[in-house]
């Protein structure tokens, strides 16, 4: 039963390639994305301008303005690319952008 439950555990972190974590007033955007030279993020509170991202710890990261709401979507290399978000909605050029709520 415990192999189980380590199983499951290893199996979900595994799936969590991305997080938001608040900091200092602030929220820590956070991708791991394996073999990429360039990650941005682009997301609604700030009109969608590119948020370049640092390579630490295995991880993309940025700081971005405190937000409970906001819709997003990265660029790996140069191309548009999605995370696996919980919330998807349809955007405006017939694609998909991931939807951040803050959880309590």
């Not at 906001?70 to 939807?99: A, H, N, R, W």
């Amino acid at each position: 039963m415990k192999r189980t439950a380590v199983f499951f555990l290893m199996l979900c972190v595994g799936c969590s390639q991305h997080s938001f974590t608040a900091k200092n007033g602030m929220l820590e955007a956070s991708f791991r994305i394996k073999d990429a030279e360039q990650v941005s993020l682009y997301h609604s509170t700030d009109g969608f301008q590119e948020n370049k991202t640092g390579f630490k710890d295995g991880k993309w990261q940025t700081m971005i303005k405190k937000s409970e709401h906001f819709t997003y979507f990265l660029t790996v290399d140069g191309s548009i690319f999605l995370p696996d978000c919980e919330m998807k909605q349809q955007d405006d050029f017939g694609g998909e952008i991931c939807i951040y709520e803050r959880q309590e």
